[in-house]
């Protein structure tokens, strides 16, 4: 299928695709004004990809295969489940920071995910994910780390207060994204039962959580993509 074809400028366009749909919305951004930014015919586009919603579906599968990969690698140094739920926040952070435009292209449109045709795959790993958090709050449950509740819902209010990030965080703000990641952590620590000790320990922005997120995301520990 030429919607899958690889090589020449297909990174390129994915990226300055990603980058339309950051700063304008999926339903303004197109192909036109893709290929005219490149130098480059629509039909390029239309080769390597086919349509905008197969574009959309690789920008999200891609993220979230990355996500998953990042925290798998984050899991096998942290195994505790406080410090497991905090490299997930601090994490979180960073990547509204790094990959503004690429988070903000999944988190924005994410809804789009829920039953449109042909975002199966992606909807499938946004789940696996969901899914992952789900079970370190729950371990956190059961090994007496976090007080006994309903750990989808947790997650949830754990996805929503990241998730929404991109509406108001600015990265050269008051605050440095590692500090902004450590007030979560702790708040949600906090509110899962951990002391405070412990909390701002495994939040702690110089902290041994925060410096595994760090060699994760930059490339210091290997991470399959696959």
Same mark, same amino acid.
């Given at each position: +299928?030429?919607?899958?074809?690889?090589?020449?400028?297909?990174?390129? /366009?994915?990226?300055t695709?990603?980058?339309?749909?950051?700063?304008?919305?999926?339903?303004?951004?197109?192909?036109?004004?893709?290929?005219?930014?490149?130098? +480059?015919?629509?039909?390029? /586009?239309?080769?390597?990809?086919?349509?905008?919603d197969?574009?959309?579906?690789?920008?999200?599968?891609?993220? +979230?295969?990355?996500?998953l990969?990042?925290?798998?690698?984050?899991?096998?140094?942290?195994?505790?489940?406080?410090?497991? /739920? #905090?490299?997930? $926040?601090?994490?979180?952070?960073?990547?509204?920071?790094?990959?503004?435009?690429?988070?903000?292209?999944?988190?924005?449109?994410? $809804?789009?995910?829920?039953?449109?045709?042909?975002?199966?795959s992606?909807?499938?790993?946004?789940?696996?994910?969901?899914?992952l958090? $789900?079970?370190?709050?729950?371990?956190?449950?059961?090994?007496?780390?976090?007080?006994?509740?309903?750990?989808?819902?947790?997650?949830?209010?754990?996805?929503?207060?990241?998730?929404?990030?991109?509406?108001?965080?600015?990265?050269?703000?008051?605050?440095?994204?590692?500090?902004?990641?450590?007030?979560?952590?702790?708040?949600?620590?906090?509110?899962?039962? +951990?002391?405070?000790?412990?909390?701002?320990a495994?939040?702690?922005? #110089?902290?041994?959580?925060?410096?595994?997120?760090?060699?994760?995301?930059?490339g210091?520990?290997?991470?399959?993509?696959?």
């Open positions: +299928m030429t919607g899958h074809a690889r090589g020449g400028r297909r990174p390129e /366009i994915l990226e695709f990603t980058r339309h749909v950051a700063q304008h919305g999926y339903d303004r951004a197109n192909f036109g004004d893709v290929a005219a930014e490149l130098g +480059m015919s629509k039909g390029t /586009i239309v080769h390597h990809f086919g349509t905008k197969r574009m959309l579906a690789e920008v999200q599968e891609s993220y +979230m295969r990355r996500r990969a990042e925290a798998h690698a984050m899991f096998a140094r942290l195994p505790g489940a406080g410090e497991r /739920i #905090a490299a997930l $926040v601090h994490a979180g952070v960073r990547y509204s920071a790094d990959e503004p435009a690429t988070t903000v292209a999944f988190q924005r449109e994410v $809804v789009r995910l829920v039953d449109r045709p042909g975002m199966e992606a909807r499938g790993l946004r789940d696996e994910y969901r899914d958090v $789900v079970g370190v709050l729950a371990d956190g449950e059961a090994d007496g780390t976090f007080l006994p509740g309903d750990a989808r819902l947790r997650s949830l209010q754990m996805f929503g207060s990241l998730h929404w990030m991109w509406t108001w965080f600015d990265p050269a703000g008051r605050l440095a994204p590692a500090e902004v990641a450590a007030e979560f952590a702790v708040t949600l620590l906090r509110g899962l039962g +951990m002391d405070e000790p412990a909390a701002r495994a939040a702690d922005p #110089a902290g041994e959580v925060a410096a595994v997120v760090g060699d994760v995301l930059a210091v520990v290997a991470v399959s993509r696959s």
